[in-house]
């Protein structure tokens, strides 16, 4: 009785511990794993070193813009205006700082430097009111050409952009900018090393040393000496002795 009852307990135990056939993979690694990561791994870096070469030939030259100042005709805030300037030169966008109580005639004095793409021209300039608690209110903007011998010949450029806005088309006031072009990179920064990438690899495999081991000195260890203790019977030793001496003499 005691081992029908021992049998349909432990098929009990059987059944609540497996449920059901394993797949022939379990606990194994696929052999293909190492393969897929290895080349995921070399498409990632394929495309960074693209992007990175891509990036050094794209950047011919760099400008370098100072946003002086501003004149507008309206004051739009409550209170003041908070104005700051937003550049979009390509598909890079710079800012400058916020002018506390600029209202309508803000200075910045921002130098900006700016790595110029080939076939870029233009920069789009817009003005912000900033706000605390809402959205930043935009106020004038404007395309500006890139004078042409500011490019061929490096030559500083300063001039008043017009500015549109709900005055209307260059209505909206002007904005005081200075363009400088450095068409060659200077000599410390060619000679600069390339940057270095570190490639991910799956497969680490044990690679022997290739200098011969050196032995280290290390003093050895000192055996502490064992504590002396003192005799209980001071005198015991001493009568003991002259006991033996009697006896045998």
Same mark, same amino acid.
């Given at each position: ?40 791994? *070399? ?14 030939? /794209? ?12 004149? %507008? ?6 209170? =003041? ?34 790595? %110029? ?18 959205? *930043? ?24 952009? %017009?500015?549109?806005?709900?005055? =209307?088309?260059?209505?909206? =006031? /002007? ?16 000679? !600069?090393?390339?940057?270095? !990438? ?30 002396? %203790? ?18 045998? /003499?």
């Amino acid at each position: 009785m005691e081992t029908t009852k021992s049998l349909e307990q432990y098929e009990e135990w059987r059944k609540r511990a497996f449920l059901g056939p394993l797949p022939p993979n379990f606990l194994r690694i696929e052999e293909t794993t190492g393969n897929n990561q290895q080349e995921e791994a *070399d498409r990632q870096a394929a495309i960074v070193l693209q992007q990175m070469q891509n990036q050094t030939m /794209s950047m011919m030259g760099r400008l370098t813009i100072t946003v002086v100042q501003a004149r %507008l005709v309206k004051n739009y805030g409550f209170t =003041g205006m908070d104005p700051y300037v937003r550049l979009r030169v390509g598909h890079t966008i710079y800012e400058t700082h916020t002018d506390r109580k600029g209202g309508k005639n803000p200075h910045w004095n921002k130098v900006i430097q700016v790595f %110029l793409p080939p076939g870029v021209n233009k920069i789009y300039v817009e003005i912000y009111d900033e706000y605390s608690f809402t959205m *930043d209110e935009l106020i004038a903007w404007g395309h500006i050409d890139i004078p042409s011998q500011v490019v061929e010949k490096g030559t500083t450029y300063e001039d008043w952009y %017009l500015l549109s806005g709900k005055q =209307g088309d260059n209505q909206e =006031g /002007s904005i005081n900018l200075v363009l400088s072009y450095q068409a060659r990179y200077p000599k410390s920064y060619m000679e !600069m090393p390339a940057p270095v !990438m570190m490639i991910p690899s799956t497969n680490v495999t044990k690679s022997t040393t290739p200098f011969a081991p050196v032995n280290v000195y290390t003093e050895p260890p000192v055996n502490p000496t064992p504590p002396v %203790l003192a005799s209980l019977l001071p005198n015991a030793e001493i009568e003991l002795k002259q006991v033996c001496f009697r006896q045998f /003499s």
